[in-house]
């Protein structure tokens, strides 16, 4: 990858290629989850920690291998009665049927295969009557074996007791010198237990080692994404500008414009609009609100039915109930508004003072006049005014009108002779 950070770190549609492997671990809805973290643990501890807390960390000090690998977990296994099903952190697109044709397969060890239609340095599978004989590595295999195109993606699902068993028994007498999950096919097999191959499409198996598989694999995943959104009812005005995250959730009926880009954590309800050249992140639209054009909801924004949020208005942490109206020119931050008030062009929340986040509380039906800065922590009523220009810095109660601006005074002819002085002064220069 020609990187500094982990290549399972790396982000496709939003998260990284680990979050992918975890949500499609999380499909099964198993009894636990392990990550073994080789290059770069405590990056990848790190980050699947914030991805998903229940999952167990294991360390892989040396990288010998995949057979290594799986060795580390031993320990985390001990006891555990059950089906494993071995995942690999940089291969995005197993799914969630392929996973469930593993888990219920009755052979005492299972492989997921596929047919390459360049088979090139991948292992192979030699598959008999008898089910699956062996899986050779592309450097251990002769010429007739390298013709199969049967080929193996590495997941693997067998028994926890065989695993322990067998796991052990693996040594690395190979060309690589590398301990291989794969050799655990004739270990077991020697055992009189039978082995047998899943297969799935090649494009599930898509592993990322360079820069330039991570661009194909992010458009082969937006490509999916916008398929699925329009199948599901959802309006894309031009489907080819639109990205999603491994998350999104889009209600039918919701209309998406050009050019909007869809973060972690965000669901859209249905009938809701979203207009183009807008960002949204960690949030969430409620049916019948619209946002933008250009228009920017972060981590935190809840708008309730019918909000309108207009164009360069940025909303952070903050609670609109239905029917607000935040029309241009915003930012809302640790903010909660109540239903149908006003907020005018130009109003800021004022909630970061240096060193703490404040909250500003705004009531239901109050109307805040443009160019307002909120200096929270502050509380304007329901039913309040706000003026133009105002800074509000103490609470405004029910009902009532604040105005927070110094008094304005005009000075005769003052305007000309200023600018003529002005003129004058650039002139001389």
């Known amino acids: 990858m020609q990187s500094d950070l982990p290549k399972v770190l790396h982000r496709l549609a939003g998260v990284p290629l680990i979050g992918h492997a975890l949500a499609a671990a999380r499909s099964l809805e198993p009894e636990q989850i392990i990550v073994v973290a080789g290059h770069g643990g405590d990056k990848v501890a790190s980050a699947t920690a914030k991805l998903d807390p229940e999952a167990e960390i294991v360390r892989q000090t040396e990288q010998l291998g995949t057979g290594h690998a799986v060795r580390q977990t031993l320990p985390a296994l001990e006891g555990f009665e059950g089906k ?122 898509l592993g990322i080692n360079t820069r330039a598989e991570l661009a194909q694999a992010e458009s082969a995943f937006q490509t999916r994404a916008r398929a699925e959104a329009l199948e599901n009812g959802v309006t894309l005005s031009d489907p080819e500008t ?129 160019d307002t800065m909120l200096v929270a922590p502050v509380r304007v009523g329901a039913e309040a005014v706000t003026g133009s220009g105002s800074v509000i810095t103490d609470d405004v109660e029910d009902g009532a009108l604040a105005l927070g601006r110094a008094r304005q005074a005009n000075k005769p002819g003052l305007g000309v002779r200023l600018m003529q002085a002005l003129r004058a002064r650039k002139e001389k220069r």
């Open 84 to 205: 494993v099903i071995v995942l690999y952190g940089d291969t995005p697109f197993i799914g969630q049927d392929t996973l469930a044709a593993l888990s219920s397969h009755p052979a005492d060890v299972v492989v997921l295969g596929f047919e390459a239609e360049d088979p090139g340095r991948y292992g192979r599978l030699v598959v008999t009557d008898r089910g699956l004989e062996r899986i050779v590595e592309f450097k251990d295999a002769d010429e007739a074996t390298r013709r199969i195109a049967l080929c193996n993606s590495g997941v693997m699902a067998l028994d926890a007791a065989l695993l322990r068993k067998l796991i052990v028994r693996i040594d690395n007498n190979n060309a690589a010198g590398e301990y291989y999950l794969t050799d655990l096919v004739e270990l077991a097999r020697a055992e009189g237990h039978r082995a047998d191959v899943v297969t799935c499409d090649e494009e599930e198996t």
């Open 242 to 370: 639109v990205w999603f995250a491994l998350d999104t959730v889009i209600g039918r009926d919701a209309i998406i414009g050009q050019n909007v880009v869809f973060g972690p954590g965000v669901t859209v309800e249905s009938g809701a609009e979203i207009l183009p050249f807008s960002h949204l992140e960690g949030c969430h639209v409620s049916a019948g609100a619209t946002v933008g054009p250009f228009a920017r909801l972060r981590v935190g924004a809840e708008l309730g039915s019918d909000v309108h949020v207009g164009n360069f208005v940025e909303i952070k942490n903050s609670v609109l109930d239905e029917g607000v109206k935040v029309g241009h020119l915003t930012y809302l931050g640790d903010a909660s508004v109540g239903e149908h008030s006003n907020i005018g062009a130009g109003t800021i929340t004022c909630n970061y003072d240096g060193v703490m986040k404040h909250r500003t509380q705004i009531g239901a039906r109050a109307f805040i006049g443009s």
